[in-house]
């Protein structure tokens, strides 16, 4: 019974990082777009950079919002492939952590990132979590 509320907890988290994440990137992106509209055509300009790098870094954060989004679905649901999905996407937000922790740009939330990424990544990877997933994915299976 815990395992199964601990999941769910990790479901919710998802869920609501996702769509803010989502958010987020497609804030980036309107204001990337922004930007980028008004540096002048053909000429290489700090602006049209910065709004360059805004629309990139928004695409990443809106897919990736998006992927914890069906993650946090998919686990609330006990899909055995939500599990396979968040452990890539806890490891590419450890990465993405660990990275801004040494450029320094973003250190506290970065630091709360490494810290709430690593959690769900170990819960995840828990022989008892992926055993509890299993179960309740077997007797769905069997019925097909």
Known sequence: MLIRFGVMIVAWLAILSGIVGALIGGFAILVGALLDGQANPGQLSFVG???????IAGLIFAIIGVAQTIFGVGLWQFRGWAVKLGIALEVITLLGSIGGLFTGAFTIPSLISVIF??????????????KHIAQRVAPVASAE
Request: no cysteine; hydrophobic share 55%.
């Open 49 to 55: 950079a910065t709004g360059v790098a805004l629309v």
């Open 117 to 130: 990424s690593s959690a769900i990544l170990l819960y995840l990877l828990s022989p008892h979590v992926r």
